[in-house]
T-cell receptor, first 112, second 116 residues
Framework: AQSVTQLGSHVSVSEGALVLLRCNYS??????LFWYVQYPNQGLQLLLK??????LVKGINGFEAEFKKSETSFHLTKPSAHMSDAAEYFC??????????FGTGTSLTVIP | EAGVTQFPSHSVIEKGQTVTLRCDPI?????LYWYRRVMGKEIKFLLH????????ESGMPNNRFLAERTGGTYSTLKVQPAELEDSGVYFC??????????????FGPGTRLTVL
């Protein structure tokens, strides 16, 4: 069965610092992987997705994630945090069905 | 293009009452999904519609939950009678293509349900 682990329910970074949000998954087949972001009072917005093409995926707002099969990871990074990046981030996996399996989310705080 | 909309944004009811949540998907999206997030936990799949048909309802917690999508447009999720453990945020999502797993699912803002 699929599962997604997001290490760190809360992450704080200084403005301009590297953002690293961790996601590990378990899957019995090659997965499809997604990162969503939820800003306050808004719906989940797709940041990026991995669908078995390039392992380094670039998304919106300067975010990217790298699929590492050997580590079963899909960590999200951004070189320089902006205040506007403060939000909750969700990693999700799909194995070919219609269900997405989500992690518990990571709340990102950006300190000025 | 308008996004996925959900109504109401918040609902506070007492245990034993009935609540109906509504979701309007993006126009033209045949696939509609319901998810739920209980506080502090992961977002969990409830069910999937393709047009008006239930494709997968394996995530529905029990028979107090009833989802409909008459006419293949908007969907409702009714909880009757509500219990304390039903509290959480209910998300709706829609996708355009055939429901393939690589489809982007577009999410609404959610309905926050509190059962007292």
């Amino acid at each position: 069965a699929q599962s997604v682990t997001q290490l760190g329910s809360h992450v704080s970074v200084s403005e301009g610092a590297l953002v690293l949000l961790r996601c590990n998954y378990s899957s019995s087949v090659p997965p499809y992987l997604f990162w969503y972001v939820q800003y306050p009072n808004q719906g989940l917005q797709l940041l990026l997705k991995y669908t078995s093409a390039a392992t380094l995926v670039k998304g919106i707002n300067g975010f990217e994630a790298e699929f590492k099969k050997s580590e079963t990871s899909f960590h999200l990074t951004k070189p320089s945090a902006h205040m506007s990046d403060a939000a909750e981030y969700f990693c999700a996996v799909s194995e070919g069905g219609n269900q997405f399996y989500f992690g518990t989310g990571t709340s990102l705080t950006v300190i000025p | 293009e308008a996004g996925v909309t959900q109504f109401p944004s918040h609902s506070v009811i007492e245990k034993g009452q009935t609540v109906t949540l509504r979701c309007d998907p993006i126009s033209g999206h045949d696939n509609l999904y319901w998810y739920r997030r209980v506080m502090g936990k992961e977002i969990k799949f409830l069910l999937h519609f393709v047009k008006e048909s239930k494709q997968d309802e394996s995530g529905m917690p029990n028979n107090r939950f009833l989802a409909e999508r008459t006419g293949g447009t908007y969907s409702t999720l009714k909880v009757q009678p509500a219990e304390l453990e039903d509290s959480g945020v209910y998300f709706c999502a829609s996708s355009r293509l055939s429901g393939h797993s690589t489809d982007t699912q577009y999410f609404g803002p959610g309905t926050r349900l509190t059962v007292l």
